[in-house]
């Protein structure tokens, strides 16, 4: 398992456990963890589950390209280590990797 700690929109940290492969969008959602909406389920075309990666770990997550950049165009507060959570395989490197939320989506 590898854990992810989530920092709410409140600053409240939530850290939980994800199994290898899953979309970070999933692990939130399943965790109940505040500020991911992920409207669209999944499909890249909602921007709801943007997120901030932790700036340290940007380079192995990457940037966002083709679609879910041009999705992140309508993302509220877009950073440079802003992706959209639902793009993101969980990997054994992730383990207790800081995740931010926004204060709102879109
Ligand atoms: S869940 Fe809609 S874009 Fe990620």
Do not use: W
């Amino acid at each position: 398992m590898v854990l992810i700690n989530f920092i709410e929109p409140s600053g409240n940290v939530r850290q939980v456990r994800a199994t290898p492969g899953c979309k970070l969008k999933d692990v939130a959602i399943d965790n109940l963890v505040s500020g991911v909406v992920a409207e669209c389920g999944g499909a890249c075309s909602c921007a709801t589950c943007h997120v901030y990666i932790e700036e340290g770990l940007m380079d192995y997550v990457g940037l966002p390209v083709g679609l879910e950049a041009e999705m992140l165009e309508l993302a509220f507060d877009v950073r440079r280590n802003s992706r959209l959570s639902c793009q993101i395989a969980v990997t054994e490197e992730m383990n207790g990797m800081k995740v931010g939320i926004p204060t709102r989506q879109s």
